[in-house]
């Protein structure tokens, strides 16, 4: 009986994360990951253009409907972050997203106040912000966020791997509010997310996030050699579907399941 109960409650807690929703579409999607050559690119321009002339390159091959640089929303980037708004305590725990203008678009992530990054503000890489709902909270009730400015300590923290661009400053302003997505940990509460144009941070591991219109695995040789016609010595780390990421994260709960429900029915 005991081992009965434990399996149907297993069971219904696997179901019931099944159905959480993430705030964003993964199907026919996948992530790629660039590790660039710290000497080699040096500088945070030279990253920047790596991955601004990658993205165009990818986005023009047959069978990419859109192509974005940006993490995957939802989870623990290198970039977390403390922070403060105007009249508050500090925060921590905020996780900072590097992003370009089409990155809604291709997650079908929604704008739920406010306006999108604009191509020319990630380009100049101007210190403009959306933020999740969630990050939007931490402004006092009935204020709205959108227009104000918030400090993020990250932006100006630079080191060989991650870099900050010469005076860098902290304050970003708010353009837009982004619904709150669920990535590594479903049980977990979505944490306060800021997402900003790409060149204000230089990390060397670039992040790129494909939709296809059929298989995305079908592009991956196809941008391989992308990233070896733009330089020959660049590895690139084979990509993972968006649906396979996400799957992964379901490994724990899914054999807790099966463990339970095996002993279950040993014991009926």
Avoid: C
């Avoid at 080191?159 to 619904?179: C, D, H, R, S, W």
Wanted: hydrophobic residues 40%; aromatic residues 6%.
């Amino acid at each position: 009986v005991i081992l009965l109960v434990g399996a149907s409650l297993t069971i219904r807690g696997f179901v019931e994360l099944q159905r959480i929703d993430r705030g964003f579409k993964t199907e026919h999607t996948m992530f790629l990951q660039v590790p660039l050559d710290q000497k080699r690119y040096a500088t945070i321009e030279q990253r920047s253009r790596f991955s601004q002339e990658l993205i165009g390159r990818v986005q023009r091959l047959p069978g990419v409907a859109t192509a974005t640089i940006g993490d995957l929303p939802g989870f623990e980037a290198s970039n977390s972050s403390s922070g403060t708004i105007s009249g508050q305590p500090k925060i921590d725990g905020l996780t900072l997203n590097l992003i370009d203008a089409d990155y809604l678009a291709t997650l079908d992530l929604p704008l739920r106040a406010g306006r999108n990054l604009t191509p020319a503000e990630v380009e100049h890489g101007d210190h403009v912000a959306l933020i999740s709902e969630t990050a939007a909270k931490l402004w006092p009730a009935g204020e709205n966020p959108i227009g104000r400015t918030i400090q993020t300590d990250a932006l100006v923290s630079g080191t060989p791997y991650n870099l900050a661009p010469a005076g860098a400053t902290k304050e970003v302003t708010v353009v837009g509010i982004v619904g709150d997505t669920h990535g590594r940990n479903l049980r977990r509460a979505p944490a306060p997310a800021i997402f900003v144009p790409y060149p204000l941070r230089g990390p060397s591991l670039r992040f790129f996030i494909v939709k296809a219109h059929g298989d995305p695995k079908a592009l991956t040789n196809m941008i391989r050699a992308e990233v070896r016609t733009m330089d020959k010595e660049q590895p690139f780390i084979s990509p993972d579907t968006l649906d396979d990421i996400m799957d992964k994260q379901a490994i724990q709960p899914r054999f807790n399941m099966v463990l339970f429900g095996g002993l279950a029915a040993v014991a009926l």
